[in-house]
């Protein structure tokens, strides 16, 4: 039996080391997504799936911005 997560995400801004970003969180679990692997989905450039696999999600900012830091500003 497989277990189908289904993200309820919710609007938030993440603030760390003077560094804004908003993006959104997932109710259930807390996990936060990266907004730039998010838009990516969005434009179906890549699927949910791709997403998933490569765990764009973190349970907290400093995570999120240390990824975020691999997009390359
Ligand atoms: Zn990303």
């Given at each position: 039996m497989a277990i189908v997560w289904k993200p309820v995400w919710e609007e938030i801004t993440i603030e760390y080391e003077g560094i804004k970003v908003r993006t959104v969180m997932d109710k259930e679990t807390g996990l936060i997504a990266c907004p730039i692997c998010m838009t990516q989905v969005l434009k179906k450039k890549r699927s949910m799936k791709e997403l998933e696999d490569e765990t764009?999600?973190?349970?907290d900012g400093q995570s999120l911005i240390h990824h975020l830091a691999t997009h390359g500003t």
């Open positions: 764009m999600f973190f349970f």
